[in-house]
């Protein structure tokens, strides 16, 4: 979830009402604007990039997603991304999450990551769904996101860590030693043209703590990387009167890229600079 949470990443919005202080009442009150509980929508993205790590090969992606807020403060969700291909370079993934909005800045957010290889697929690991062992294709990530702009400030930040799942650190022998607790930061800053109905939005995101679930350098070691910098435009195409269609470009620079070897193991190649583009469909 990836996923900014994917991750892919979900995204809540609350209004505000207020009330005009006169002397003179009107007859008729304006009905309350309320949120609605549930939403569904499916993105349709090219290529699938998470926390700026591309996954696998140059294919469409489909993501569905459904979220039902219980109250104004939890909600679940479940996302999924699929290729519709059981060939080596697809990826699938299905996530559920919960949150909490614990003030008008401040949620925190549990999601589960569940990743199996394609059957096509010899070197990436088919692990069973409730396999939270080491080197299984499945994660537990606690996240903190602030979001500032209820401040009147259009900034936003994130911490996210791994608790669970398949995240640990390797000794030089490549056997595992303890959990990583590999934690990914992300802060960004949204610039709205709102006659244009575009949103602007630099970021700048980085794999602080990293066991090597964020990927590893040339020489094979894993650190701090700045895994996400980059630029996002995002502009609503609006259809009809009530339906409109968000669309979003991407610019994202990984330091630890993709690496491309050959049949010796010898680094060829490595991919930094990556472009993704995506619209979503909004079911209700």
Do not use: C, H
């Amino acid at each position: 979830m990836k996923k900014v949470v994917m991750i892919l990443t979900l995204m809540l919005t609350s209004s505000l009402a207020f009330a005009q202080d006169t002397l003179v009442a009107s007859p008729i009150a304006e009905p309350e604007v309320q949120e609605p509980k549930f939403t569904a929508a499916v993105d349709v993205v090219y290529p699938y990039l998470w926390r700026g790590i591309k996954y696998y090969g140059d294919k469409v992606a489909f993501q569905p997603y459904m979220a039902y807020a219980f109250t104004d403060k939890l909600s679940v969700g479940v996302w999924a991304t699929t290729n519709f291909s059981n060939a080596a370079d697809a990826y699938n993934e299905f996530d559920w999450s919960i949150s909490y909005q614990i003030s008008p800045v401040v949620k925190v957010m549990l999601s589960d990551y569940y990743w199996p290889a394609t059957k096509n697929n010899p070197d990436w690991e088919r692990s069973s769904y409730f396999d939270y062992s080491e080197g299984s294709a499945q994660s537990l990530d606690l996240s903190v996101l602030l979001d500032f702009s209820e401040k009147g400030v259009p900034l936003d930040f994130q911490w996210n860590t791994f608790i669970g799942g398949g995240d640990y650190k390797y000794d030089e022998n490549g056997n595992p030693t303890t959990r990583a607790y590999s934690s990914y930061a992300e802060i960004g800053y949204t610039y709205s043209i709102d006659k244009a109905s575009v949103d602007i939005r630099p970021f700048v995101g980085a794999a602080v703590i990293n066991g090597g679930y964020y990927g590893v350098d040339a020489s094979g070691k894993a650190g701090f990387t700045f895994s996400n910098v980059g630029v996002n435009i995002a502009k609503v195409f609006k259809i009809t009167k009530n339906y409109s269609i968000p669309v979003f470009v991407r610019y994202t620079n990984n330091d630890y890229g993709v690496q491309e070897f050959d049949e010796n193991d010898n680094l060829i190649k490595t991919e930094r600079n990556f472009f993704s583009a995506g619209m979503t469909f909004t079911i209700k």
